[in-house]
């Protein structure tokens, strides 16, 4: 089972960029839909962004026009390019299929704040 490790979070300011990058330990080509989630404390748990082996992407309006994900088969990884951050994007996110499998990986804080 392939399990996905995210990295590239940290503490930004608002307006500034972070790209996110989503590690599986296994190949993801047989994957259709890979997606980026977020939660923050409190907050329900998000779907922020969906791309598929076609190259269908999907996101939530929350973010349209300021995130892009994409995903490299051959390196099994998927990113997510986030642009003009703002203190609502403050949350922990995480990499998985869709639909989500029930293991999650430890995520990645992203903290937008001045």
């Known amino acids: 089972q392939v399990q996905f490790v995210e990295s590239g979070g940290g503490l930004v300011q608002p307006g500034e960029s972070l790209r996110l990058s989503c590690q599986a330990t296994?190949?993801?080509?047989?994957?259709?839909?890979v997606a980026w989630y977020r939660q923050a404390p409190g907050k329900q748990l998000e779907r922020v962004a969906l791309v598929t082996n076609g190259g269908t992407t999907n996101y939530a309006d929350s973010v349209k026009g300021r995130f892009t994900i994409s995903r490299d088969n051959a390196k099994n990884t998927v990113y997510l390019q986030m642009n003009s951050l703002e203190s609502e994007d403050t949350a922990v996110y995480s990499c998985?299929?869709?639909?989500?499998?029930?293991?999650w990986g430890q995520g990645t804080q992203v903290t937008v704040s001045s």
């Open positions: 296994g190949k993801i080509f047989n994957i259709y839909a």
């Open positions: 998985n299929k869709n639909p989500a499998s029930t293991t």
